[in-house]
């Protein structure tokens, strides 16, 4: 993430942090020798990296997995009557 050497276009901003992320910047800054706008690039890159991993479908094959770790079984013709078994028990 070499803003400086990509040429990046860099769209300014002001942002209110609570003191206690402020601080960490200021050491974190410090600790690497970087400039306190670079620590929060990364960090923000960083927690959107993070953040994109958790998509819908990843976490659905996860339930998927989990279901044939444990021989899960649900309804043969779920595909066909989804909405019978989503909604049915609501209409009282």
Do not use: C
């Amino acid at each position: 993430m070499l803003y400086h050497m990509l040429k990046l276009s860099m769209l300014r901003t002001y942002l209110y942090i609570p003191d206690h992320l402020g601080k960490k910047i200021k050491i974190t800054s410090k600790e690497e020798n970087k400039s306190k706008a670079q620590v929060v690039r990364e960090v923000m890159e960083l927690g959107f990296k993070t953040k994109e991993r958790k998509s819908g479908g990843e976490t659905l094959l996860k339930i998927a997995e989990l279901g044939k770790k444990y021989n899960l079984k649900g309804p043969r013709d779920l595909s066909k009557n989804h909405d019978k078994y989503l909604w049915d028990h609501y209409e009282g």
